[in-house]
């Protein structure tokens, strides 16, 4: 019989290219037998001559139909494939073929819409289907990613097993948690990508007042990453910004951050973030400055024409005016606001969609595994189960940590503007942090105008009910 003909694989998988390779691999080597497909079946050939001591838990399947016959009844199916119109089409083809209790999980970075949708779709046919979003890029899958599954929690349980097991662990727990029904598990993987946008945009704001304000080297900037890399902001994102600001460029000889292009693409899904956040008038706007910096920054021309017409701002900061504790501090300031936000969105999200969702749960997954991995996660947990359904940056212990850093902030904010230097994520997260402890702002001004020109009525600081000014009637 040949490979493939089998039925003894625990769990099948479909896709491996950078993400799925891994992940199969990581299952594989956790103990459970795997059934892999892929569309080019050199690759599939490939990846089992490369699997080493894993090759026999692999079974390798060069059709749909070997796939499905190689996999222990009743089935899970992972697919590992571009996000979109793709996860349609391979659900199509390979659930004409499956059993009604064979479940598919699609584990790529679905819009949780789409994940809704498809939810919605197989529950009306009474077939079993997961979406998981999957954190952690290739060495995650590989090592242990943090995994955040939504859909039927029967659903759930029946993976559950194999997904804990394959997951980061922090402190012995797994990174594998079930978020809610439909598309939870793909929107707080939105959300996780939303801040890992933002997360990596302060730090490379801050990077930029360092080179350009500073005028730091790329290795003295790689030793003050790697110095707060053992305080608040021990991260994975500044452990590898210590990494890539010392490493040499093996063509030019010098550091190799110098010749790469300061031009970055988006995916989508920190798009999406910014879009749910106001869709749901839950303002995520340290996020929503790291996704318009990134559009920004792919508009090299526009911004050379910029440059040419205006000149570059002096960029150098005045002597004293910033030193690197400030930015350090700068930098736990910024991320507790976004983190604030990002969880402020889920609460939103979880309240608009019927999520429930478990937001100290949230936190603990997010502790391990993934890109935003880092120790102030685990005290975000904490805050989180203390503090239910308040600002993050109220609870005792950020309150007392932004209390003590929000002048950092400004004073990096104010610094960088008078040097024309940009640090829009920073500046939004000051701003959020500034309205958020206001107690009246000038909204009042918008009211009277709503109401000059639209009859909107308004609401008296002194009075119950609607009311209108004694604007002029022409
Ligand atoms: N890369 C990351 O760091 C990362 C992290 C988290 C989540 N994700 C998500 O994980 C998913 C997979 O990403 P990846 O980086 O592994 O992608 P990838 O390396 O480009 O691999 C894509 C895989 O999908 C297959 N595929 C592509 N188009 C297909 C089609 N029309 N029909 C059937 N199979 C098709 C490819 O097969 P062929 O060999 O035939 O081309 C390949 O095996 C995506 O949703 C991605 O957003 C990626």
Excluded at 115 to 142: K, M, N
Aim: aromatic letters at 6%; charged letters at 20%.
């Amino acid at each position: 019989m040949a490979l493939g003909e089998e039925a003894g694989a625990e769990i099948g998988l479909i896709g491996l290219g950078t993400m799925g390779a891994n992940l199969a691999l990581n299952i594989a080597e956790n103990g459970f037998p795997i059934a892999v497909f892929n569309r080019t079946v050199e690759k599939t050939r490939r990846f089992h001559a490369a699997a080493g001591v894993l090759a026999d838990r692999v079974i390798p399947c060069e059709t749909l139909e070997a796939f499905v016959a190689a996999l222990k009844p009743p089935r899970a199916i992972i697919l590992m494939v571009p996000a979109g119109e793709t996860v349609d089409r391979q659900i199509a083809a390979v659930r004409s073929l499956l059993s009604r209790d064979d479940l598919i999980v699609d584990a790529g970075n679905a819009n949780f819409h789409d994940t809704d949708r498809r939810d919605a779709e197989a529950r009306q046919l009474g077939l079993p289907f997961l979406g998981i979003g999957v954190s952690g890029g290739e060495e995650g899958a590989r090592r242990g990613p943090s995994i955040m599954g939504g859909g039927p929690r029967t659903c759930w349980d029946r993976v559950a097993a194999i997904l804990e097991a394959i997951a980061a662990k922090y402190e012995g727990s797994a990174c594998a948690t079930w978020m809610g029904a439909g598309g939870a598990g793909h929107f707080v993987k939105t959300v996780h990508n939303g801040i890992e946008y933002a997360d990596m945009q302060m730090i490379a704001e801050v990077y930029g007042i360092m080179r350009d304000g500073l005028v730091m080297t790329p290795p003295a900037i790689s030793d003050v990453f790697a110095s707060w890399n053992n305080g608040p902001l021990k991260s994975y994102l500044i452990e590898i910004s210590a990494e890539v600001s010392r490493a040499q460029d093996p063509v030019s000889g010098g550091p190799v951050l110098d010749v790469i292009l300061d031009r970055a693409g988006q995916k989508g899904t920190g798009r999406w973030t910014a879009i749910e956040a106001q869709h749901l008038a839950a303002p995520a706007t340290t996020i929503e400055a790291a996704v318009a910096a990134r559009n920004l920054s792919a508009r090299l021309e526009e911004r050379m024409s910029g440059q040419a017409i205006f000149g570059a701002a002096p960029q150098r900061l005045e002597a004293g005016a910033v030193n690197v504790e400030m930015l350090e501090q700068a930098l736990v300031a910024g991320k507790i606001v976004c983190y604030a936000q990002g969880f402020g969105l889920l609460a939103a999200a979880s309240q608009a969609y019927d999520w429930s969702l478990p937001l100290p749960d949230i936190a603990r997954v997010w502790r391990a595994g993934c890109i935003i991995r880092s120790s102030m996660l685990n005290e975000m947990a904490g805050a989180l189960a203390d503090n239910p359904g308040r600002n993050l940056m109220f609870a005792a212990h950020f309150a007392e940590q932004l209390k003590q850093t929000q002048e950092s902030l400004r004073r990096v904010v104010a610094a960088s503007s008078l040097a024309g230097l940009p640090a829009p994520a920073l500046a939004a997260a000051l701003s959020y942090f500034d309205t958020m402890r206001t107690g009246r702002l000038t909204t009042n001004l918008v009211q009277a105008q709503r109401d000059f020109f639209g009859a909107h009525s308004f609401e008296r600081v002194d009075m119950e009910g609607a009311h209108h000014g004694p604007w002029r009637k022409d």
